[in-house]
């Protein structure tokens, strides 16, 4: 018997569309960048490309980002498999609470998994597999099979002046220090 | 046993995803049109939203689109199933032939089936399932899980203004009255 098309295995994926490791975690592909440029709404006009385009695949191995924002909104479009991202919107009066959001990018529609999710501009994200999909990861048959890939458009496109990584020091100015913060400090780069 | 859970069928994602009929045929809803206005490089500087998103499905009963173009670029992700997108870019110099590609979205990219599809702005799009799963469609319990399911993002975001239906006089001019209009001539709305 052949095996299954789908999910495609990350050792298929990788070297197909050619992905890196990024270093938010995970692997990616730049595979479009927009020649035209429009003056970006969300950095005071400044140009930039019109639009950008990766792949971005979590795997067993590398199994979630880590909090990043980006001044451009992103639409991020499932191709297979599940991850969780977790959302948290800063507060519009410093001082209050941020507001937090987890949703679960995957094809089981009828449980409220999402194929697209739109992160608007200025909102922390971070995506990890979810702990159901890693053991099953234990399974060497099956683990080629886990992970989550996704495509991500951004507009207008990534520039690196555009992005930033969260702190320690900015998670915990963000929950006041509630101990809230504690929760997502393994998800902070270098934390 | 329980039914796979990949392809999701059609049944479901019509509704779960609210789609309609398409003018273009097949089935679509647009989920996400940016608030921001950016000035369009294709059409003189004109605003238009930042950027817009919709759902785009193909099944057994509305197996195809017709000939369309628009003047904004077009990132086509695949989330399911397999269809072949036929693309033709008018000639630099009138008179000269129209260029032809056919791609194929699909998960086997090791035959050369794309997740992606840019399409710039200015070309003639057609998309359709492909004869093999068509076949498949016969048997009435594959029938709900033969389709295409993409995501379109299109930047800057869909203006009717900037969209055009290919006629059928158009279709012949492209080709100079050659006679290989006529394997498209059946894909030209109210063709």
Redesign the interface.
């Known amino acids: 018997m052949s095996p299954p098309?789908?999910?495609?295995p990350n050792s298929?994926?990788i070297p197909?569309?050619r992905l890196q490791k990024h270093p938010e975690g995970g692997y990616f592909a730049e595979?479009?960048r927009?020649s035209?440029?429009?003056?970006s709404?969300?950095v005071g006009g400044a140009p930039r490309s019109?639009?950008t385009?990766i792949?971005y695949l979590l795997t067993p191995d590398e199994k979630n980002g880590v909090f990043h924002m980006n001044k451009s909104?992103t639409?991020h479009?499932?191709?297979?498999g599940r991850a969780e991202y977790v959302l948290i919107t800063p507060p519009a009066t410093p001082g209050s609470p941020p507001k937090l959001e987890k949703k679960v990018m995957g094809?089981?529609?009828?449980a409220g998994e999402v194929?697209?999710l739109?992160v608007p501009s200025g909102i922390w994200k971070m995506s990890r597999l979810l702990p159901d999909d890693l053991s099953a990861a234990a399974d060497p048959e099956k683990r080629d099979r886990v992970g989550c890939?996704i495509?991500e458009?951004v507009?207008?496109g990534f520039a690196w002046e555009d992005h930033a990584f969260l702190t320690r020091t900015e998670l915990e100015k963000l929950y006041g220090g509630s101990g809230e913060s504690k929760e997502w400090a393994a998800y902070v780069k270098n934390g």
């Open positions: 098309l789908y999910p495609i298929t994926v197909e569309l595979t479009d927009q035209e440029t429009v003056p709404p969300f019109l639009a385009t792949y909104a639409m479009v499932l191709h297979q094809p089981n529609l009828q194929l697209q739109l890939l495509t458009v507009f207008p």
